[in-house]
């Protein structure tokens, strides 16, 4: 019997080798209603289900190369959700143990997804970044405790970065005709997808590309962005996965280089109206984090003006967290339910 040595021609190499390469959307309705032309990068088409598949792949290649990690090695990360999915189908495709620590107060779904995929889960009690007991610290000490171990350090790790630099900023430079077109909105929690891409975008672009970042409620980095200031506008959002009390390690260079053109802060209420609008106008079904980025996206077509066209990520699908976003008790719970207009009402199933 022969064994063919690799993928077929148009085929792919496992897991990894289905990361990236996701397709951009052109949102038609959206762009009818602004004027401009919207885009989508669909991250929620990734093997994980979620653009974090890309920092995940590549802080574990990241960490092979310098030789922090051998065959049958341990990964470790402290994360609350996608990263975590992310790197445990990494971890079990290439064979390594995958170690999640997360605060005790997320949801049971993710804890039990992560252990499906194999990962070992901790989950400890939620205190702030100062506390030792944090489960960042965590994370690195466990790691430190073994041999052959790696912790990932997703926010300060810039092999985060490095993913975006290498596969998101390329492949929408692609999708584009080669940068056919003007501005870049994203959220961020980590900084590595926007710093990422901004950077490769401004370079390729040299300069031309406006690169914007979309902020939650809570977040330090609307502030920041506007008037250097890192202060909070509002108190904490619905949106999970996104807003930042600090300048990470990966949104630094871009920050200080001053790339991020300008920001937007967006409120819970639009964030989570688009989540209906793209369901029902577009036939799409994101989470909160891709339509708080689909809104701003509108809007800074909306300021750029009539034809500019806007490209912006779609993180993940609502698939994780459905039991929230289509749920009338939970969305009355947040204020949000009157935030739905009536027309979209009938979407509110659970
Ligand atoms: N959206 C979701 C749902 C996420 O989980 C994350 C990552 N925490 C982001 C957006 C932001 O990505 P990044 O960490 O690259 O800033």
Redesign the pocket.
């Known amino acids: 019997m022969t064994t063919y040595p690799g993928p077929k021609p148009g085929a792919v190499n496992g897991f990894v080798g289905a990361v990236g390469n996701t397709p951009l959307i052109r949102l038609n309705k959206l762009s009818e209603k602004t004027g401009a032309e919207i885009y989508g990068k669909a991250e929620f088409m990734e093997p994980g289900g979620?653009?974090?598949d890309r920092?995940a792949l590549w802080v574990v290649m990241d960490a092979e190369k310098k030789g922090l990690i051998k065959p049958g090695g341990t990964v470790v990360e402290g994360t609350?959700?996608?990263?975590g999915i992310g790197l445990a189908h990494v971890c079990r495709s290439k064979g390594y143990r995958c170690v999640i620590y997360m605060p005790n107060t997320q949801s049971q779904e993710k804890i039990d997804l992560l252990r499906m995929l194999g990962a070992e889960v901790y989950p400890v009690p939620a205190v702030p970044f100062d506390n030792p007991e944090n489960y960042n610290h965590q994370a690195r000490r466990h790691a430190e405790s073994l041999d052959n171990a790696v912790w990932t350090n997703?926010f300060d790790n810039v092999a985060?970065r490095q993913a975006?630099i290498e596969s998101t900023g390329p492949e929408i430079w692609a999708q584009t005709n080669g940068g056919e077109f003007d501005g870049f909105i994203?959220?961020?929690?980590?900084?590595?997808?926007?710093a990422g891409t901004t950077r490769y975008l401004k370079d390729k672009s040299q300069g031309r590309i406006q690169c914007w970042l979309a902020d939650p409620p809570g977040s330090v980095l609307h502030q920041f962005i506007q008037n250097k200031k890192l202060e909070r506008t509002g108190n904490g959002s619905m949106?999970?996965?996104?807003g930042q009390g600090r300048i990470t390690e990966?949104l630094k260079p871009e920050v200080e280089a001053g790339l991020i053109d300008n920001s937007l802060h967006v409120p819970d209420a639009d964030s989570i109206r688009t989540v209906y609008e793209m369901l029902d106008e577009e036939g799409i079904y994101i989470?909160?984090?891709?339509a708080l980025n689909v809104w701003a996206a509108g809007q800074m077509g909306a300021k750029m003006g009539k034809g500019s066209r806007i490209v912006t990520?779609i993180?993940?699908g609502a698939y994780r967290y459905q039991n929230r976003l289509f749920s009338r008790k939970w969305l009355e719970s947040k204020g949000l339910d009157k935030a739905i207009p009536d027309h979209l009402q009938r979407y509110i199933v659970l």
């Open positions: 979620s653009v974090k920092a609350a959700g996608n990263t997703q985060n975006h994203a959220a961020t929690g980590t900084g590595g997808t926007l949106t999970e996965g996104i990966n989470g909160a984090s891709s990520i993180c993940d």
